[in-house]
């Protein structure tokens, strides 16, 4: 089997660079990376501290006092000693293992979520089995496998912008991977866990061979009534994985830890891949902190969707009270149609100090997703959408 060192060798150390060039720490990096190719107003440390950044999906409080401490206690004299390679990746899996009631055997760590992604592209796409998706979705699977020369296949969403299921089944016939991000970024729709598992048992009729990644980077932000993890199924069946991050709902965007359970034999399939870095592509300090925010319970998580559903309901009535429809969102942001092409309603909202999300495909013309911050933020930032875009409450009229 071809591993992940053997790969590096293969197409070679600038082209293996490129793929881990994206890693750019904390808050706004998603926000960083996009800016690269966007002219700023103004630049320097007054503006990165001024400006309000809406474009990344993270949780804007950050990790919490104890995950925070858990970072600093790693320095100390008992900690693990940054300068030393990792043997913390066992304390993690063993918290991960109580918390949702899995086996060790069944997880596997990444470097966020990202590398998850990145290793069931490489391991389960060929040149003659494809990957499937939606479009427009999280572009990771799908620009990786196109990097590899590897053919994708997009389903374009229904006029309710949920996932066509019938046509993404339909597509998957002889696939090697479909990729299936629920909830779906950049959209922010949720379809529900009956018409998921569903789906997974006719794409297992029509293609049986063909695996299943389910992306939950934002299961701890759904407030759907059919709200259940697919994880129970995936510990049954080899052709399904899921992909779970810290990057989200737990504050962590900036440590980069993901991890995915599955089946044992799924597990090592992905591990073998990444037998030449794997865990070691870990810090120390992100291990740490993951175990810290397993050992809060889920106290930590349910105040965090609590919190986003409020600035969420506030911020979807702004623009409804404006005449703007925005989808169902289950997620830490909204996608709405501002009634203005994205680029322009994105640099009018950045020359007023707030960064909005980038295009996303088709929808481009006058759809906008616009990541939460705290209801602070929001009530600064909706002040601007006023502005930018000249709207005010239909009552108010």
């Not at 390679?85 to 055997?105: C, F, I, K, Q, W």
């Not at 018409?195 to 407030?223: C, G, K, M, N, W």
Request: charged share 20%; net charge neutral; with cysteine.
């Amino acid at each position: 089997m071809l591993t992940r060192r053997k790969f590096v060798h293969t197409v070679g150390m600038g082209a293996a660079g490129a793929l881990t060039a994206s890693y750019i720490g904390a808050r706004g990096r998603e926000d960083a990376l996009w800016s690269l190719s966007t002219p700023l107003e103004a630049s320097g440390a007054a503006q990165a501290q001024t400006m309000i950044p809406l474009s990344s999906n993270e949780n804007p409080l950050g990790p919490g006092q104890v995950v925070l401490q858990a970072i600093q206690d790693a320095f100390g004299p008992q900690g693990a000693t940054p300068g030393r390679y990792s043997n913390a990746t066992g304390a993690l899996r063993d918290a991960l293992s109580g918390h949702l009631g899995v086996t060790p055997e069944n997880l596997t760590l990444g470097c966020g979520s990202t590398q998850i992604l990145r290793t069931a592209t490489h391991v389960y796409t060929e040149r003659t089995r494809a990957l499937v998706g939606t479009i427009p979705t999280y572009e990771e699977c799908a620009g990786y496998a196109a990097m590899l020369g590897r053919p994708v296949r997009a389903v374009s969403l229904n006029r309710n912008f949920q996932m066509d299921l019938d046509e993404l089944a339909d597509a998957s016939r002889g696939a090697g991977l479909v990729f299936y991000c629920n909830p779906n970024n950049p959209v922010a729709t949720y379809t529900g866990a009956q018409a998921t598992r569903d789906f997974i048992a006719r794409v297992h009729r029509i293609s049986p061979d063909t695996r299943i990644l389910v992306d939950e980077a934002y299961f701890d932000y759904v407030t759907h009534p059919d709200h259940e993890s697919m994880i129970p199924l995936a510990l049954e069946d080899p052709r399904v994985i899921v992909a779970r991050t810290f990057s989200k709902a737990y504050g962590m965007a900036g440590l980069r830890l993901g991890y995915a359970v599955a089946h044992p034999d799924a597990i090592r399939t992905l591990s073998a891949w990444d037998s030449g870095s794997g865990t070691s592509s870990l810090n120390v300090l992100a291990l740490h902190a993951g175990v810290a925010a397993i050992g809060q319970g889920t106290a930590f998580t349910d105040a965090e969707r609590a919190r986003n559903k409020a600035v969420r309901d506030f911020t979807v009535k702004w623009f409804a009270d404006r005449g703007m429809r925005s989808t169902e969102s289950h997620t830490n942001f909204i996608f709405t149609n501002t009634g203005m092409p994205a680029r322009q309603f994105r640099d009018g909202c950045l020359a007023k100090g707030v960064r909005v999300g980038r295009d996303f495909p088709p929808f481009q013309n006058e759809w906008c997703r616009i990541s939460l911050g705290t209801m602070e933020e929001m009530t600064k930032a909706v002040a601007v959408f006023g502005e930018v875009l000249g709207k005010v409450a239909v009552a108010a009229a």
